[in-house]
């Protein structure tokens, strides 16, 4: 059975750098849930058409929206041949628990959560050294405890599942990359 990997972290700790080193050595489809979004919005579908509202209006996508769009990005087939890798979802533990219940109906589950642990300071060095310009030190800060908020529980609730793989992100890439195979090689 394919394996279906989720990939938790805060803001800077090399997620998406560590996906593209997945990718190119196992078949996991890399779902993002911003690149999701960006899908139904720019194709209009009726989901994109709800979740523009929300966003429009400045609010946040409700759960149910997000979880539908997740829902139907994870059956299509390359994700049922190969398995997922999901970057940006699940976001709170509501989330987690629907991508449970969705997985059980299908007999399927979560593999392997890979959690990017790196230190304060070096996530906001990180961050102020992408050159965003939205990216100062009170926006950075904000941001980190915001996510944190919503980390937290997520690493715990898999970690309660069995799941839970903390990895050092705060290494040369080589050497977190390396961690990461480890712990996929042995899934």
Avoid: C, W
């Avoid at 899908?39 to 989901?47: F, I, P």
Wanted: charged letters at 30%; aromatic letters at 6%; a negative charge.
């Amino acid at each position: 059975m394919a394996k279906n990997l989720i990939l938790l972290g805060l803001p800077g700790a090399g997620k998406g750098t560590q996906a593209d080193f997945i990718v190119k050595d196992y078949p996991n489809v890399h779902i993002s849930t911003g690149d999701i979004f960006r899908a139904n919005l720019s194709n209009d579908t009726e989901l994109g058409k709800k979740a523009r509202e929300y966003m429009d209006a400045g609010n946040l996508v409700p759960d149910e929206i997000t979880n539908a769009m997740v829902a139907d990005r994870l059956s299509q087939a390359d994700v049922e041949e190969n398995g997922f890798m999901l970057d940006g979802y699940p976001r709170n533990e509501a989330q987690a628990e629907f991508l449970d219940n969705y997985l059980d109906k299908k007999s399927n589950s979560v593999s392997a959560t890979l959690y990017f642990e790196v230190t304060d300071s070096l996530l906001r060095e990180r961050l102020l050294g992408r050159g965003r310009a939205d990216d100062t030190p009170e926006v950075i800060d904000n941001r980190l405890e915001v996510n944190k908020a919503a980390n937290l529980p997520l690493v715990d609730y898999y970690k309660k599942a069995g799941v839970l793989h903390t990895i050092d992100g705060g290494r040369e890439l080589a050497e977190v990359y390396r961690d990461v195979k480890g712990v996929l090689d042995n899934l």
